[in-house]
């Protein structure tokens, strides 16, 4: 099974930005679904996770301006992004983690101009 996220794309700063992840097929077991990212030359980072469909977690960084939810029934999850701005630009990965070990998608670039 695939993760294929999407919604990415190019925003000024201060705008706003919806990304979406959902299996290609069936999968089952999926207990945290999450959001990384990774700018140029960075290491990838923690972005917002939600364990269970309802303890959510995000890093400092996007806390207030992002929000991540999931429908457990598609097992989809997306991340709104508001009030982006040039350190929000990166490549955006959604991971699945389940007993079975950790699914990622395929990665959807973010860019935000100043």
């Known amino acids: 099974v695939q993760l294929q996220a999407s919604g990415g794309g190019s925003v000024e700063a201060g705008g706003s930005l919806r990304l979406d992840c959902a299996p290609s097929?069936?999968?089952?077991?999926?207990?945290?679904m999450g959001w990384y990212r990774q700018a140029a030359g960075e290491q990838r980072e923690f972005v917002a996770s939600v364990t269970a469909g309802r303890h959510k977690r995000y890093a400092d960084s996007v806390a207030g301006r992002f929000t991540i939810s999931s429908d457990n029934n598609k097992k989809t999850v997306s991340l709104q992004m508001n009030n982006l701005n040039h350190d929000d630009t990166a490549v955006y990965y959604c991971k699945f983690t389940s007993a079975w070990g950790d699914d990622w998608g395929q990665g959807t670039k973010v860019t935000v101009s100043s």
């Open positions: 097929g069936r999968i089952s077991g999926v207990r945290v």
